[in-house]
């Protein structure tokens, strides 16, 4: 079962990354070149999957004697708050002012 948490953290971790790299994206693809919307967007999916995968990581973690990551509904739902914000801030607001 441990294993079965690894992979459900894993493809939170890498949704969230890809939602986050793909809004971002797109909205800046509107206003720069192509090339610096990639680069902000890459950015800041960095820094999601980052901050998503410090989300799950365990606060006493000892190598061999506690699971490595440590899934809650607490971080779940942090993670997808995160990523709503994103949405609303970045995809829904700007479609809605056109």
Excluded at 56 to 82: C, H, W
Aim: aromatic letters at 16%; hydrophobic letters at 55%.
């Amino acid at each position: 079962m441990e294993n079965l948490d690894k992979i459900i953290v894993l493809v939170i971790v890498f949704v969230s990354a890809f939602i986050t790299w793909k809004v971002i994206k797109d909205f800046y693809i509107t206003k720069f070149h192509k090339v610096y919307a990639h680069l902000i967007a890459v950015i800041t999916s960095c820094f999601m999957l980052l901050s998503t995968m410090f989300l799950f990581a365990p606060k006493n973690y000892q190598r061999g004697q506690t699971p490595e990551v440590d899934l809650s509904f607490i971080s779940i739902a942090s993670v997808f708050a995160m990523v709503a914000v994103i949405y609303i801030l970045f995809k829904y607001i700007p479609s809605k002012n056109k």
